[in-house]
């Protein structure tokens, strides 16, 4: 076992440091959260940049016009944009990590050729209509009908959850092309242009205020037949081709943002006064605090093994879902801990005065989507002791 | 950074395990219990042939030794293993085939464990190592310990001893201590997992194995997860010690933070699957005779060595 570098990995880190220090302080400030048009502009300024950088894609394979960097590169990328508080991948979201690698596995080369470079190059946003309000964690039983009508298929139903709906340019979307087999065999893949006649987007607003997510009516949509990406009725396949792209690296931007939280968390207990001393007196408190950093080391730790597998094996394995049930659990106890030690300063999102309790408050709120997002922990915990531990199947 | 086992790591953990599933099957353990909890000097020579104790003066560095002690976990090996690896490996104090326990003072009282098998005894003091031999010092013993296999007693007269090695030492050994202890806690979860899945797969109830049921399972995942967490810190702790990591090898503040992750992510996490198991298990895991109880045990006396989780939480605390 090995946690250093190699020189190559070392020169890559490097080049991008310095590149990043180059870039990050002539990047203007964030958009107000609400202002949807100028979020695009800014995430996908952004994904332009990193193109021109040659770090757009970065584990996509070069004959896509990917870097082909190795998983311990992506997660040096992850880390080193991260601590230099680069804009996170925003809305490229979708494109780049779900959509854009489905394609390579398993577009026609036409398809390749027109949608992969826009979304390399930040042109092209694109959102994900799997989810709908009957089908969550069982996706399967998914029932957005697509029938056949000449060279299109006619779509009708609802989808649910989409991040960034209102403005993207391209869905991914699965579909019920034929009711009549068994829930798995019987979905298609298909790549749906947005703003369609019959088409509504209507914003969700999240618990955080947001409206990141969208839900998405269809009324008699027409999208033509080569707009499907693999056979008809082998969508489900496809999705789970999606899925093994995964490399260990998902949550390291999120986790490292986590790690700095903590330790702010920290330093904002130092400053706190309660009852004529320092918050940071109560030793209950930095217990909890020093557990969570702990933990959060540990996590770290356990990313590099899922890294490592990744490299080795082409597939995270178990490790991911392990990560994910004890990340999301970890980033809610460090929420309840900040929560408390804020106490009557928790009671806004933004900050009152001279302290920094935004991040802990909305970081609050947002860890509470952790353990539902991409597999609920309950789901996570039934693949864990399925899968690895080889219990019977029993739903 | 290559963070999974390598051909030669692989081949030590299949080692070590095979030797200890032949030589050392839980029913030696449970045999012990029967004669009072004694150290297997029988065993110990065994362990001491294999290398176990002198591993780092052989030439492995803490990776490997960290894989040996989580084998040694997972089979329940009982007697003051990484004691006597510590002074056999790095203070030269006998060859490895005595039996060396540690004292670590403490309030309201200072326990010793396994004193009627000890040869030889460390004293871990702030200001560094002392070396005291059993025969001087007076104890009561306690009559039921809380681990059978774990026998302890009171102190009640002990002599300073003689310096072994200074406060830079004892702090060395302090920590390569922690993180042996952390290995060895790992095994303890690895081993839960395994039997409270078999019991999962095996017992029925409402016509099926309660493994099918998702609240069984749910219960089994956790013990998985922890156990993995607390894998990954072990293992970057004893990494790091070997100089392999992401802190330089002489960043002593740095190699403890690693080492107080270690021990505290492998200390709850055999709290965590030694009790999650007995719950498994449901009334038999009350029961005295299956193994549930004696891996819970084990991890009970485990997170008292080398400081206990929430020390070295509040200690990693003190360092943010």
Same mark, same amino acid.
């Given at each position: 076992?090995? !946690?250093?570098?190699t020189?190559?990995?070392?020169?890559f880190?490097h080049?991008?440091?310095?590149?990043? *220090?180059?870039?990050i302080p002539?990047i203007p400030?964030e958009p107000h959260?609400?202002?949807w048009?100028?979020?695009r502009?800014?995430?996908t300024a952004?994904?332009r940049? $990193?193109?021109?950088a040659?770090?757009?894609?970065i584990?996509?394979?070069k004959?896509?016009?990917?870097?082909?960097?190795t998983p311990a590169?992506h997660l040096?990328f992850?880390?080193?944009t991260?601590?230099?508080?680069?804009p996170?991948?925003?809305?490229?979201f979708?494109?780049?990590l779900?959509a854009?690698?489905t394609?390579i596995?398993?577009? &026609?080369?036409?398809q =390749?050729a027109?949608h992969?470079?826009?979304?390399? =190059?930040?042109?092209h946003?694109?959102?994900q209509g799997?989810?709908?309000?009957g089908? %969550?964690?069982?996706?399967?039983? !998914?029932?957005?009908?697509a029938h056949?009508d000449?060279?299109?298929?006619v779509?009708?139903?609802q989808?649910?959850w989409?991040?960034?709906?209102h403005t993207a340019?391209?869905?991914e979307m699965?579909?019920?092309t034929?009711?009549?087999v068994?829930?798995h065999?019987?979905?298609?893949?298909?790549i749906?242009?947005?703003?369609l006649?019959?088409?509504d987007v209507r914003?969700l607003?999240?618990?955080?205020?947001s409206?990141?997510?969208?839900?998405?009516?269809?009324?008699e @949509?027409?999208?033509?037949?080569?707009n499907?990406?693999?056979a008809?009725?082998?969508?489900w396949r496809v999705t789970?081709v999606t899925?093994?792209f995964?490399r %260990?690296?998902?949550f390291?931007?999120e986790?490292?943002q986590s790690?700095?939280?903590a330790?702010? $968390?920290?330093t904002l207990?130092?400053?706190?006064?309660?009852?004529g001393?320092s918050a940071?007196d109560?030793a209950?408190l930095?217990r909890?605090?020093g557990?969570?950093?702990a933990? !959060?080391e540990?996590?770290? *730790?356990?990313?590099k093994r899922?890294?490592s597998?990744a490299?080795?094996?082409?597939l995270?394995?178990?490790?991911?879902? @392990?990560?994910k049930?004890?990340?999301?659990e970890?980033?809610?106890r460090l929420g309840?801990t900040a929560m408390?030690?804020?106490?009557r300063?928790?009671l806004?999102?933004d900050d009152?005065?001279?302290?920094?309790?935004?991040a802990?408050v909305?970081g609050r709120i947002h860890?509470l989507?952790?353990?539902?997002? /991409?597999?609920?922990?309950?789901?996570q915990?039934?693949i864990?002791?399925?899968r690895?531990?080889?219990?019977p199947?029993?739903r | 950074?290559?963070?999974?086992l390598?051909?030669?790591?692989?081949?030590l953990?299949d080692?070590?395990?095979?030797?200890l599933?032949?030589?050392?099957?839980? &029913?030696?353990?449970?045999?012990?219990?029967?004669?009072?909890?004694?150290v297997?000097?029988?065993?110990?020579?065994?362990?001491?042939?294999?290398?176990v104790?002198r591993?780092r003066?052989?030439?492995?560095?803490m990776?490997e030794t960290v894989?040996?002690?989580e084998e040694?976990g997972?089979?329940?090996v009982? %007697?003051?293993l990484?004691?006597?690896h510590?002074?056999?490996?790095n203070?030269g104090?006998?060859?490895?085939?005595?039996?060396?326990?540690?004292?670590?003072p403490?309030?309201?009282?200072?326990?010793?464990?396994h004193?009627?098998?000890?040869?030889?005894?460390i004293?871990?003091r702030?200001d560094?190592?002392?070396?005291?031999?059993?025969?001087?010092m007076k104890?009561?013993?306690?009559?039921?310990p809380l681990?059978?296999?774990?026998?302890?007693a009171?102190?009640i007269?002990?002599?300073e001893?003689e310096?072994?090695g200074d406060g830079?030492?004892?702090?060395?050994?302090?920590?390569n201590?922690?993180?042996?202890?952390a290995?060895?806690?790992l095994? !303890?979860?690895?081993?839960?997992i395994?039997?409270?899945?078999d019991?999962?797969m095996?017992r029925?109830?409402?016509g099926?194995?309660?493994?099918s049921f998702?609240?069984?399972?749910h219960m089994?995942?956790?013990m $998985?997860t922890k156990?993995?967490?607390?894998?990954?810190?072990v293992?970057?702790a004893?990494?790091?010690?070997?100089?392999?990591g992401?802190?330089p090898g002489?960043?002593n503040?740095?190699?403890?933070?690693k080492?107080?992750? /270690?021990?505290i992510m492998?200390?709850?996490s055999?709290?965590?699957c030694g009790?999650?198991?007995?719950q498994?298990?449901?009334?038999?895991g009350?029961?005295w005779?299956?193994?549930?109880?004696?891996?819970?045990k084990? /991890?009970?006396?485990?997170?008292t060595?080398?400081?206990?989780?929430?020390?070295?939480a *509040?200690?990693?605390?003190a *360092?943010?």
């Amino acid at each position: 076992m090995d !946690l250093q570098f190699t020189e190559e990995e070392n020169q890559f880190r490097h080049d991008l440091k310095a590149w990043l *220090a180059e870039v990050i302080p002539n990047i203007p400030p964030e958009p107000h959260r609400d202002d949807w048009t100028g979020r695009r502009a800014w995430d996908t300024a952004w994904q332009r940049m $990193l193109f021109d950088a040659g770090y757009a894609g970065i584990n996509w394979p070069k004959e896509y016009g990917g870097r082909g960097a190795t998983p311990a590169e992506h997660l040096i990328f992850l880390e080193e944009t991260e601590r230099a508080h680069a804009p996170y991948v925003g809305q490229n979201f979708v494109g780049l990590l779900h959509a854009g690698p489905t394609l390579i596995a398993e577009a &026609s080369p036409e398809q =390749k050729a027109f949608h992969l470079p826009p979304i390399l =190059k930040g042109e092209h946003i694109w959102c994900q209509g799997f989810s709908e309000p009957g089908a %969550g964690s069982d996706l399967a039983s !998914l029932s957005t009908r697509a029938h056949r009508d000449g060279d299109d298929y006619v779509i009708n139903g609802q989808k649910i959850w989409t991040s960034f709906g209102h403005t993207a340019d391209y869905c991914e979307m699965l579909v019920r092309t034929d009711p009549d087999v068994p829930k798995h065999r019987g979905i298609s893949w298909l790549i749906v242009p947005m703003g369609l006649p019959g088409m509504d987007v209507r914003p969700l607003r999240t618990m955080e205020g947001s409206t990141e997510f969208c839900e998405v009516f269809f009324d008699e @949509v027409r999208v033509p037949v080569a707009n499907r990406v693999g056979a008809e009725n082998d969508g489900w396949r496809v999705t789970m081709v999606t899925l093994s792209f995964e490399r %260990g690296t998902a949550f390291i931007s999120e986790m490292l943002q986590s790690m700095e939280l903590a330790r702010d $968390l920290a330093t904002l207990a130092k400053q706190i006064t309660r009852g004529g001393a320092s918050a940071w007196d109560d030793a209950g408190l930095r217990r909890d605090i020093g557990r969570i950093c702990a933990e !959060l080391e540990a996590l770290w *730790a356990l990313t590099k093994r899922n890294v490592s597998q990744a490299q080795r094996t082409g597939l995270v394995g178990p490790g991911g879902n @392990v990560f994910k049930l004890a990340y999301a659990e970890l980033r809610q106890r460090l929420g309840d801990t900040a929560m408390h030690l804020l106490d009557r300063a928790s009671l806004s999102i933004d900050d009152l005065g001279e302290l920094p309790t935004h991040a802990h408050v909305y970081g609050r709120i947002h860890a509470l989507s952790l353990g539902i997002a /991409a597999g609920t922990s309950q789901v996570q915990r039934n693949i864990v002791a399925e899968r690895i531990l080889g219990l019977p199947k029993d739903r | 950074m290559d963070f999974e086992l390598n051909d030669d790591e692989r081949a030590l953990q299949d080692g070590m395990r095979t030797f200890l599933a032949g030589r050392h099957p839980l &029913s030696i353990a449970r045999a012990n219990e029967e004669t009072g909890g004694g150290v297997d000097r029988f065993m110990w020579s065994a362990l001491a042939e294999m290398g176990v104790f002198r591993m780092r003066v052989d030439g492995f560095g803490m990776t490997e030794t960290v894989l040996a002690f989580e084998e040694l976990g997972r089979a329940l090996v009982n %007697g003051p293993l990484v004691a006597t690896h510590l002074a056999a490996g790095n203070l030269g104090l006998r060859d490895g085939k005595h039996i060396v326990g540690m004292i670590e003072p403490t309030e309201p009282w200072t326990v010793v464990e396994h004193f009627d098998s000890l040869d030889d005894v460390i004293v871990f003091r702030e200001d560094g190592l002392y070396h005291v031999d059993p025969a001087e010092m007076k104890v009561v013993r306690a009559e039921r310990p809380l681990d059978a296999l774990t026998p302890v007693a009171r102190i009640i007269e002990m002599p300073e001893g003689e310096l072994l090695g200074d406060g830079d030492h004892a702090r060395e050994h302090y920590r390569n201590g922690m993180v042996l202890t952390a290995a060895y806690q790992l095994g !303890l979860c690895l081993a839960t997992i395994d039997l409270a899945r078999d019991y999962a797969m095996q017992r029925e109830q409402f016509g099926k194995p309660i493994g099918s049921f998702q609240a069984v399972k749910h219960m089994l995942a956790d013990m $998985l997860t922890k156990a993995e967490v607390a894998r990954a810190a072990v293992y970057a702790a004893a990494v790091n010690i070997d100089g392999r990591g992401d802190v330089p090898g002489d960043d002593n503040d740095g190699l403890l933070q690693k080492a107080r992750v /270690a021990k505290i992510m492998a200390g709850d996490s055999a709290l965590f699957c030694g009790k999650t198991c007995i719950q498994v298990h449901g009334g038999m895991g009350f029961t005295w005779e299956v193994d549930a109880q004696r891996y819970w045990k084990r /991890a009970c006396v485990l997170d008292t060595h080398f400081g206990n989780s929430d020390h070295h939480a *509040a200690a990693f605390a003190a *360092a943010l």
